[in-house]
T-cell receptor, first 114, second 114 residues
Framework: AQTVTQSQPEMSVQEAETVTLSCTYDTSESDYYLFWYKQPPSRQMILVIRQEAYKQQNATENRFSVNFQKAAKSFSLKISDSQLGDAAMYFCAYFLGSNYQLIWGAGTKLIIKP | DAGVTQSPTHLIKTRGQQVTLRCSPK?????VSWYQQALGQGPQFIFQ???????QRGNFPDRFSGHQFPNYSSELNVNALLLGDSALYLCASSLSEELRNTIYFGEGSWLTVV
């Protein structure tokens, strides 16, 4: 089965601290891409970071980085120096080229405490 | 450069009615995908349109149908609405040659079925 599991329904972090959001996935495909999307109250999905499964190097975008463990099928997101604007729902997803769709987790609500 | 635009933003329908949602892809994009996001859940893939044809379909009944026009814009139609169809409907556009790299989302259409 093709699934994505986000085991943390909600996470809370103090402003300026670091937080890690967990994601595991299950696929038998070898060619896929992994994504973290942010969904603020406006509801628009915003791409945070992308990782190609064939690359061993972890992706980094400014304060956002991932820890990609392909054998364990784990794809966690680390947010450094958390800011109030980071508060949102965060969704982990992977893209299968074989069926043209994103498979999504249930999301993690991130709360930033000032 | 306009991003992905969806209309209407919000709408309320009665059980048994029919609804049409519209999406204009980002400039230069030729592929449109539709996702359903129920409250508190991750999005679920409905279908994808490319070259005015449905290229891939998720696990949704035939009540859900779509169309893509020559200018790449798309419509999602839902017939015989059920209470369970209440959700945020997201449109995603991409470039066929770079499906995994260029997925952009609109702000969605909130559908409430009463």
């Amino acid at each position: 089965a093709q699934t994505v599991t986000q085991s943390q329904p909600e996470m809370s972090v103090q402003e300026a601290e670091t937080v890690t959001l967990s994601c595991t996935y299950d696929t038998s495909e070898s060619d896929y891409y992994l994504f973290w999307y942010k969904q603020p109250p406006s509801r628009q999905m915003i791409l945070v970071i992308r990782q190609e499964a064939y690359k061993q190097q972890n992706a980094t975008e400014n304060r956002f980085s991932v820890n990609f463990q392909k054998a364990a099928k784990s794809f966690s997101l680390k947010i450094s120096d958390s800011q109030l604007g980071d508060a949102a729902m965060y969704f982990c997803a992977y893209f299968l080229g074989s069926n043209y769709q994103l498979i999504w987790g249930a999301g993690t609500k991130l709360i930033i405490k000032p | 450069d306009a991003g992905v635009t969806q209309s209407p933003t919000h709408l309320i329908k009665t059980r048994g009615q029919q609804v049409t949602l519209r999406c204009s892809p980002k400039s230069g994009h030729d592929t449109v995908s539709w996702y359903q996001q129920a409250l508190g859940q991750g999005p679920q893939f409905i279908f994808q349109y490319y070259e005015e044809e449905e290229r891939q379909r998720g696990n949704f009944p035939d009540r859900f149908s779509g169309h893509q026009f020559p200018n790449y814009s798309s419509e999602l139609n839902v017939n015989a609405l059920l209470l369970g169809d209440s959700a945020l409907y997201l449109c995603a556009s991409s470039l066929s040659e770079e499906l995994r790299n260029t997925i952009y989302f609109g702000e969605g259409s909130w559908l409430t079925v009463v």
